[in-house]
């Protein structure tokens, strides 16, 4: 039998044929095992973009339904019950993305994007092979949905404090449009940097940008009536994430010195200390109000926010310090003076922050008590210690507070129950916000609590992980098992229902592996995050040296140990980063694994540093590009014994499809067994549903054939 399929598959003509005829025998399958399907499980919508409206307490957010994805808002009822509903009616999983949704001031409509790349930019990505193509355009809906409108060709909308024009990007240019119906849009700035982060004074008559220039960067604010740019305190480094002051007149925002020698996906534990600046609107003067300490937080690293730092009704400024070596919230006075720190405690991480409409306090997720989950916290700036909101076995996060100061939405999930939009009442007790949105046949029931586990790495670096058991398993029996890999590599898995889209994709997979009784091991290796910053700036990590395999072999062991596990059937699955430790794992330890699924893995890190960071060139740097190819799976491919299936779409933004070409050409010579899927025009988080059911039927069945006798 061939060591690899014919041709490759196109799903552009075949996809439809191939998922009916997957699911189908998927079904049939899972109901002589007494589960459920892979289209079950994956059929709950995921929430994204939670948006506080201006007015009424309302809150809107996404729902991606089956790759139709719609507006949806809540807003409360009598009884102080919330009402949701959906606002537009998009019906097609087409992989034309929505999101940046933005309410008007006054209430009555939402803004939002259609289109495009909604993570890199770059060309608008055509999952779907429309032959007539696709674009990115600006549009808004009013929330009875009955005036849905164009506004025009871009992204990153900011809408005027007055509701009367919307500003956003095309192109890297700062274009706006009025909302009088039938406004053309105009160019308003041409800048020469690529233009982006737009913000509007509080009295509308100026809007703010961050013009990126390659290795430099400057805050810029234009005055439309005088129709005149001033750079904010220019210099040679790079000024990001700023924000308006609440009387309008200065702008606070973060400076990061430049460096050359700084490469991509290699540690950085102490760095030229970043500094937060203050500069008059106006006149663009500006001086240094705060600056990090040499040490442990001298690198910037920033939280899951709007902007990275908060003006308060205090006149203080609440930014994200890593001071401790773990990522917390301090404040500082607008003139300068002494830094306080917000959160303290031990052991844990600030991840999504929030401040209230009347400035006056902070909402926040963290695992503070709870290292592998999120919990809400609330704080008043003036206050003492934070008060934990969300407590329990449950995963909180995107927390926004409504137009009354006083109710919070969120998002959350827990082992069972999916990613789901929620408000806390006024007792604390979190209450769904569309609970007739969850499809009746999804599984919950049926899924497994994942256990937390703490392994050892090869050099005895403790790593955590989440061990999916089979469901009510009295078999006594040895189980074929699966190590899965997040990517990122800055992520980390979690205890139930992840808050990314990609790993609730990938947490459902794993669901239901371990309902066709599979063993699986979710291992959160060492340069993730949620276990602070020596963890995450692990030492010889990635293209430093690949410090990270330590945890692959580390997890391999500890499922060889387990009495519930063949020792002889035992697989590597990941994706991104995580494709490039499935393909490490499998070149430098065939004797161990038995099989692989790499998704869109990195093979190559010379190709993807300089992917990333077009300044990267290997000549220059012999040894680092020597260290780097030594860290690829690539470089071990002559040890490569185990089969893989490799998947991944052509228009990847993040690996290069390039990568998959080269791994496939070196699989061929050294007469692996392999298989490949290619979803042509697809990218690397894969925006159509059909994509990510046949991909992960796929992964399934391609497991099946190589693990189950």
């Not at 799903?11 to 459920?36: C, D, K, P, Q, Y």
């Not at 893989?644 to 080269?662: A, C, K, S």
Request: hydrophobic letters at 40%; charged letters at 20%; a negative charge.
């Amino acid at each position: 039998m061939s060591s690899r399929f014919a041709g490759t598959f196109n799903f552009a003509r075949r996809i439809a044929l191939a998922v009916v005829l997957l699911g189908t025998l998927t079904a049939i399958a899972a109901a002589a095992e007494g589960s459920f399907t892979l289209e079950q499980v994956m059929s709950s919508p995921f929430p994204s973009e939670l948006v506080a409206g201006p007015a009424g307490g309302r809150v809107a957010w996404l729902f991606n339904a089956g790759g139709a994805r719609n507006i949806w808002i809540a807003e409360p009822a009598e009884g102080g019950r919330y009402r949701s509903r959906q606002v537009t009616n998009y019906t097609e999983d087409d992989g034309q993305d929505i999101g940046q949704l933005v309410w008007t001031p006054d209430g009555r409509a939402i803004i939002y994007v259609r289109g495009g790349d909604l993570e890199n930019g770059g060309t608008d990505p055509n999952p779907a092979s429309d032959p007539a193509g696709v674009e990115q355009d600006v549009w808004i809906v009013t929330l009875d949905g009955s005036a849905l409108r164009k506004l025009g060709e871009g992204h990153s909308p900011a809408v005027s404090p007055h509701s009367d024009a919307v500003a956003y990007i095309d192109k890297d240019q700062v274009w706006w449009v009025k909302l009088d119906a039938g406004a053309k849009p105009e160019q308003l700035i041409h800048d020469k940097g690529e233009s982006g982060d737009l913000h509007w004074s509080p009295d509308g008559s100026r809007v703010a940008f961050v013009s990126r220039r390659q290795d430099h960067a400057f805050v810029v604010v234009y005055d439309v009536a005088a129709k005149h740019l001033t750079y904010l305190d220019p210099s040679v480094d790079r000024d990001i994430s700023y924000t308006w002051s609440p009387d309008g007149k200065s702008i606070a925002f973060i400076r990061i010195p430049w460096s050359h020698d700084q490469l991509i996906f290699q540690p950085h534990r102490e760095g030229l200390p970043w500094s937060i600046r203050v500069a008059d609107g106006a006149t663009g003067r500006g001086h240094e109000v705060w600056r990090a300490d040499a040490g442990p937080g001298s690198e910037f690293h920033g939280i899951e926010a709007d902007s990275q730092i908060f003006w308060t009704a205090g006149d203080t400024l609440v930014f994200p310090w890593e001071k401790t070596g773990w990522l917390r919230l301090y404040s500082v006075p607008s003139a300068g003076g002494a830094t306080r720190l917000l959160t303290p405690g031990d052991d844990f991480e600030v991840e999504d922050v929030t401040l209230s409409p009347d400035k006056h306090e902070l909402v926040f997720n963290s695992n503070q008590g709870d290292i592998d989950r999120r919990h809400l916290w609330k704080e008043a700036i003036d206050a003492g210690r934070p008060t934990e909101l969300t407590p329990g076995d449950g995963i909180a996060w995107s927390p926004v507070v409504a137009s009354d100061n006083a109710t919070i939405a969120m998002l959350r999930s827990d082992a069972h129950n999916p990613a789901r939009p929620a408000v806390l009442s006024a007792s604390g007790s979190p209450t769904d916000l569309a609970p007739e949105s969850m499809p009746p046949d999804f599984p919950a029931a049926q899924l497994v609590t994942p256990q937390q586990v703490i392994i050892s790495a090869a050099d005895g670096l403790r790593i955590h992980g989440q061990l999916f058991l089979p469901k009510d398993d009295a078999s006594g029996g040895r189980h074929p098992a699966v190590i899965f890999f997040h990517g990122g590599s800055r992520r980390q898995m979690l205890l139930g229902w992840h808050y990314m889209d990609y790993y609730h994709n990938a947490y459902a997979l794993n669901q239901y592996l371990a309902s066709r009784g599979y063993v699986i091991l979710s291992v959160n290796y060492r340069s993730g995050i949620g276990y602070g910053l020596d963890f995450r700036e692990a030492l010889n990590y990635g293209a430093a040296g690949a410090s990270e395999f330590n945890d692959v072999q580390g997890a391999g062991v500890y499922l060889r140990s387990r009495p519930d596990v063949d020792p002889s059937r035992i697989a590597l699955w990941g994706g991104s980063y995580g494709g490039y430790l499935t393909a490490l794992g499998l070149a430098r330890a065939s004797d161990l694994f038995a099989c692989g699924v790499d998704f869109h893995g990195v093979h190559d890190w010379n190709l993807e540093m300089n992917h990333f960071q077009p300044s990267y060139d290997p000549e220059s740097r012999p040894d680092a590009a020597r260290l780097a190819w030594e860290s690829s799976p690539l470089a071990a491919v002559k040890t490569w014994r185990s089969p893989v299936l490799l998947i991944q779409g052509d228009d990847d933004r993040n690996v290069p499809f390039t990568e998959m070409i080269h791994m496939v050409e070196a699989l061929r010579k050294q007469g692996v067994d392999f298989q490949q899927l290619v979803f042509p025009d697809e990218i690397h988080g894969f925006l159509m549903h059909r994509t990510w059911l046949a991909a992960y039927h796929g992964a399934s069945d391609y497991l099946d054939q190589h693990l189950k006798k």
